[in-house]
């Protein structure tokens, strides 16, 4: 279960995020995830809860976008969007491709909230 540790490299991501600011915590965290990163999302929903309790980002919510994968054909340079890795070039049939995108995770944006005191 490696969502875990994914869940648990998020929360630190953001956590050093909100230390640089003067935010007063985090409402949500967006990130992106390649269909071809191998993260099962549903999992990485639901932990993501139980990992930030009792930390300074309890409460957070994240909010996952899934990203479909691209793939640059060697012979003919066409990009092709895939959803596995067995998917052939669209244009020439060429496999396999080279993987341009969707294959890891990245975090996009933060929501702060600011301290109005
Ligand atoms: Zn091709």
């Given at each position: 279960?490696?969502?875990?540790?994914?869940?648990?490299?998020?929360?630190?991501a953001?956590?050093?995020?909100?230390?640089?600011?003067?935010?007063?915590?985090?409402?949500?965290i967006?990130?992106?995830?390649?269909?071809?990163?191998?993260?099962?999302?549903?999992?990485?929903?639901?932990?993501?809860?139980?990992?930030?309790?009792?930390?300074?980002?309890?409460?957070?919510?994240?909010?996952?976008?899934?990203?479909?994968?691209?793939?640059?054909?060697?012979?003919?340079?066409?990009?092709?969007?895939?959803?596995?890795?067995?998917?052939?070039?669209?244009?020439?049939?060429?496999?396999?491709?080279?993987?341009t995108?969707?294959?890891?995770?990245?975090?996009?944006?933060?929501?702060?909230?600011?301290?109005?005191?």
């Amino acid at each position: 279960m490696h969502e875990l540790a994914i869940a648990h490299d998020i929360m630190t991501a953001a956590i050093e995020q909100l230390e640089t600011t003067r935010a007063e915590r985090i409402q949500q965290i967006h990130c992106r995830i390649g269909c071809l990163a191998g993260i099962d999302i549903q999992a990485l929903e639901f932990c993501f809860p139980f990992v930030i309790k009792g930390s300074t980002l309890e409460g957070a919510k994240l909010v996952i976008t899934q990203e479909p994968a691209q793939g640059e054909c060697p012979a003919c340079k066409t990009l092709s969007e895939i959803h596995d890795f067995f998917e052939p070039c669209s244009a020439c049939g060429h496999w396999p491709l080279q993987l341009t995108g969707g294959h890891d995770m990245l975090l996009t944006s933060i929501d702060f909230v600011l301290d109005e005191s």
